[in-house]
């Protein structure tokens, strides 16, 4: 199985702060990489698909990089909706895989 | 707008079967625009995709559940459905259906609400 590291597993950041959460894919995976959104209770919702493409109805201080095994999810200016957990998943190989998740905390 | 809404026990005896459904609005599982699966989400394990199916009866398994899960459409209700066999206390899980798009690097862009099915004697 591509095995997803994400890092850091946990941040703590300020509202107007740049974030970046970065993730390693243990093969190439082209850019066949999505991320994810999840706030408590809730399922996840997808931010960034094929590793640059911003879905539809997500604010644009989201943006997404990357390609081959490493990828980057940035946050421009933190707002007090994005306080969640973000996770990235490669759709290129079978199984698909997830990363374990980055915590953004207050 | 399209909806999922997945259904079935909360509680499952170890070696029983999960079985849940998933009941689709907005959308028809017997379009061949879709793939729609199961994904499940532990504290321990995170998100772990289980399986898709692509229009009634192309189906992909994660190796590691294949034996024992088996995903099939009803196309009459609209709905679909999982099947995980022996079950133990590993399979405590929210289970989420979504829909995954092939054109759209195959995201999972909508998501049931999850149902939480627990393992236990």
């Not at chain 1, 081959?68 to 190989?93: K, M, N, R, V």
């Not at chain 2, 321990?44 to 192309?58: C, Q």
Request: include cysteine; glycine fraction near 10%; charge should be positive.
């Amino acid at each position: 199985d591509v095995q997803m590291t994400q890092s850091p597993s946990s941040l703590s950041a300020s509202v107007g702060d740049r974030v970046i959460i970065t993730c390693r894919a243990s093969q190439r995976i082209s850019n066949s990489l999505n991320w994810y959104q999840q706030k408590p209770g809730k399922a996840p919702q997808v931010l960034v698909y094929g590793a640059s493409n911003l879905q539809g109805g997500v604010p644009p201080r989201f943006s997404g990089s990357g390609s081959g095994t490493d990828f980057t999810l940035t946050i421009t200016s933190l707002q007090p909706e994005d306080f969640a957990t973000y996770y990235c998943q490669q759709s290129h190989y079978t199984p698909q895989t997830f990363g374990q998740g980055t915590k953004v905390e207050i | 707008q399209l909806q999922l809404q997945e259904s079935g026990p909360g509680l499952v005896k170890p070696s029983e079967t999960l079985s849940l459904n998933c009941s689709v609005s907005g959308a028809s599982l017997g379009s061949t625009t879709y793939y729609w699966g199961w994904i499940r989400q532990t504290p321990g394990k995170g998100l772990e995709w289980i399986g898709t199916i692509y229009y009634r009866v192309a189906t992909f398994y994660n190796p590691s559940l294949r034996s024992r899960v088996t995903i099939s459409v009803d196309t009459s209700k609209n709905q679909f459905s999982l099947k995980l066999t022996s079950v133990t206390a590993a399979d405590t899980a929210v289970y989420y259906c979504a829909r995954q798009v092939p054109g759209f690097a195959n995201s999972w862009h909508d998501w049931g609400q999850g149902a939480l099915v627990s393992v236990s004697s």
